[in-house]
Structure formats: structure tokens, C-alpha cells
């Protein structure tokens, strides 16, 4: 830590006890000293927006949001529900919209969200992709509570059991998922309006179910994808979801079904950023206005 402030602050040769190492540097040198190739005056710029720092001009707007930050977990046991495009466009619109300091961890080995960068985001730090594949993520994720205002990490299709806790005996990618959703104020289950992605999800609801009882700070919501509202598919899944887990609501808002968004993903950019006037992108932030509702009722 000590040769990583000198880096920062442009000195050569010279220790620094730790005690005397300032809040600004730490939030800087704790997500895997990142931004340490920063220059001065921009390791200022993100350590001015770091939650916890004290009054300035330049601090997000996290600190009019929320008391402290939050986590977001994108998670669902089935595949191909839009768990990835989800992160992407829900930290798009969160940094572009309302300021924040955004992370997102990709909680799947070799996964998609890894490889993602975000082309049309010109403002520095804004936004940072981790991969999240690791064993040490339970001690990671409050690191990273004190460099940026929103986390969010996208998991792998797996059903962690929850009432197991960690073991040494856990497979990689179920203690990552587990570790994901032991941290979470928030875990979102996106799912498809069709009946086998009920069967599938009404399963882990009630694994969610079970955490929420451990956890009763924790809050849970389902939200559909790829939805065509026009199809009776759609309204006998709206009507068999709402209402159906105490603890679990539908959300209001739903996304529609649409290439444009799997378009603006290969591009690198989130549907706001590559088409902002598209219908779409009105969907992805009217539903991300009601994730940040939900998490500033968590203060």
C-alpha cells in the first residue's frame, strides 16, 4: 500500500505507514490497484466521487441517493433470461442517469459480462468491469462497497444452498453465487414469460424465500424479459406471477422482446447509449427507476 501511494502521488523510494495513508488513497488502491496508472490530478477526480470522503462539488450523487452503497444481484438458475444484459444496462443508465459510481462484477467463470466494455461511456471510471470468479469474492464485495455508490454482479445459472453456508466441499461457481446474494440489498431475478421459466424460477424463489428468513434485511423482485405483450403467453404469466410469493413482488415493469438490445450489446453499449430513443431503452429506465426506489426505501 505504501509503494502504491508513492505511485500515486508521483514520489519515488518512499515508505508510508499505513496509518498515516488518507481514506482518498485507499478507495483508489483497493480494487486491485486498477486505477493506479491514473495521474494525479484524476486519481483526485475519482477519489472526490469515492462515498465517505467528506463535502465536495465533485462527489456523485450517490450521497443524495443513498446513506451507503448498495449492491444489485442479477440472478436466476436458468439460462438465457437476460441476466447479463440486464448488468449492463441497469449500470449504464445508473452512472448516465443518476451519477453514480458504478461496478459490475461478472460472477461467472469465463463469462460474457468480463469481456464487455463500455465504448460510448467517455467519462472516466464512471463505470468498471471485474470478473468476480473467485473464491475470495465474500471478503471482496464489501471492499468494493467503499470505492463506488452501485455493485452489481451478474451470477451464473446455479441454485446455491443457502442454509449450507460456505464449505470447502462447495463447487467454485455455487460458493461465487452464494457469496453474491450473502451480500446483496437487492437480488433481481429477470425470467421470460413462459411457463418452463415459471417452473424454473418458482424453484429458486423458494431458495430466496429461505435466505430472505436469514436475511430479513434483504430484498427480492422478479422482473420479465423479452416480453410481447400482445401475447396471451405474456398476460397468463403476468397473471400467475403477481401476487404469487409474499416476498417476492413482480415488478411493474417489464422489458420488451426486441433485438435492438442483443444489437447494442455486440456493439459494447448499453440499449440507452446505442439507441436511446428506442422503446427499449424507455423500458430498461423506467425499470431502473424503480430498482433505485426500491433500494432508497433499504434507508
Keep these: 500500500i505504501g ?6 502521488k508521483g514520489q519515488t523510494d518512499t515508505k508510508v505507514p499505513i496509518s498515516q495513508i488518507q481514506c482518498v488513497d485507499i478507495y483508489i488502491i ?18 472526490n466521487r469515492a462515498p465517505g470522503c467528506g463535502a465536495n462539488e465533485d462527489l456523485s450523487m450517490q450521497a443524495k441517493l443513498f446513506r451507503s452503497s448498495k449492491v ?30 458504478v461496478c459490475l462484477i461478472d ?9 464487455f466494455q463500455f465504448f ?15 473464491s475470495d469474492l465474500q471478503k471482496q464485495i464489501p471492499l468494493y462497497r467503499h ?35 450473502a451480500n446483496a440489498d437487492l437480488l433481481l431475478i429477470p425470467m421470460n414469460p413462459s411457463p418452463i421459466d415459471i417452473r424454473k424460477t418458482e424453484q429458486y424463489v423458494n431458495t430466496v424465500e429461505r435466505l430472505m428468513v436469514m436475511r430479513p434485511q434483504l430484498r427480492a423482485a422478479i422482473m420479465l424479459n423479452e416480453v410481447k405483450k400482445t401475447e396471451r403467453l405474456t398476460t397468463m404469466s403476468i397473471e400467475e406471477l403477481t401476487g404469487r410469493w409474499e416476498h417476492v413482488p413482480l415488478l411493474p415493469e417489464t422489458i420488451r422482446d426486441t433485438t435492438i438490445v442483443k444489437q447494442a450489446f455486440g456493439a459494447g453499449l448499453a440499449i440507452d447509449e446505442y439507441e436511446p430513443n428506442h422503446p427499449a431503452a424507455e423500458d430498461y429506465r423506467a425499470l431502473t427507476d424503480r430498482v433505485i426506489a426500491v433500494l432508497q426505501d433499504l434507508d
Excluded: W
Design 3 to 8: 509503494r502504491a501511494k508513492s505511485a500515486i
Design 30 to 47: 483497493v480494487p486491485f490497484c486498477r486505477d493506479l496508472a491514473y495521474h494525479r490530478g484524476q486519481a483526485n477526480q475519482v477519489a
Design 72 to 101: 444489485i444481484v442479477i440472478a436466476n438458475p436458468k439460462g438465457g433470461v437476460g441476466k447479463t444484459t440486464s448488468t449492463v444496462n441497469l449500470g449504464s443508465i445508473i452512472a448516465r442517469k443518476y451519477g453514480c459510481r
Design 107 to 115: 460472477g461467472e467463470k469465463d463469462g460474457s459480462l468480463s469481456n
Design 120 to 134: 460510448g461511456n467517455n467519462e472516466p471510471g464512471a463505470i468498471d468491469v471485474f470478473s468476480g470468479f473467485s
Design 147 to 181: 470505492a463506488y455508490d452501485v455493485i452489481i454482479v451478474d451470477t451464473a445459472g446455479v441454485t446455491p444452498d443457502v442454509g449450507a453456508g460456505f464449505s470447502s466441499s462447495m463447487v467454485g461457481q455455487e460458493k461465487v453465487a452464494l457469496a453474491a446474494v
